[in-house]
């Protein structure tokens, strides 16, 4: 699908604060803020039309791996309602997106969660996700382009 230059209100582009997914997802967590930086890294380096994206989220499929396909979202564009995102069951974690013949393969590098069974451990994670958003793209996920 084309672009309508004559569109005011499509394909806009803009980064999302830590706050901003935070008020999306609920609270902030490691998972959205991977997702995030994935569908980022793919909507800048990879295609910059969200019609023309596809994502697969590889994951468990329940919360909190699920909470990957959340930061794809509004990393990407590729979203629920365009139906251009799916989660994928998958014992290996990863993000595809397709673009035409073209794929590529994100794939989060492992963390460590915090324990999260306390007040104080729901902050640790928060804080631990802040500090995840502001990493570069390579101490955060690899890509391989298929």
Do not use: W
Not at 40 to 49: G, P
Not at 115 to 130: L, T, V
């Amino acid at each position: 699908m084309d672009i309508d230059p004559s569109c005011k209100f499509m394909n806009l582009d803009r980064p999302f604060t830590v706050e901003n997914l935070a008020a999306f997802h609920g609270h902030l967590g490691p998972y959205i803020v991977i997702g995030y930086r994935i569908g980022r890294y793919a909507r800048e380096h990879f295609c910059t039309n969200p019609f023309e994206l596809k994502a697969r989220v590889f994951c468990a499929g329940t919360p909190p791996e699920s909470c990957l396909a959340d930061g794809v979202q509004i990393g990407s564009g590729c979203t629920l309602g365009k139906q251009n995102i799916e989660i994928v069951e998958s014992e290996q974690i990863a993000i595809e997106f397709e673009n035409g013949d073209r794929t590529i393969r994100l794939t989060p590098l492992s963390f460590e969660l915090p324990d999260h069974h306390d007040e104080d451990g729901e902050r640790a994670i928060e804080i631990a996700a802040e500090a995840m958003y502001h990493l570069d793209s390579h101490d955060l996920f690899t890509v391989e382009e298929r």
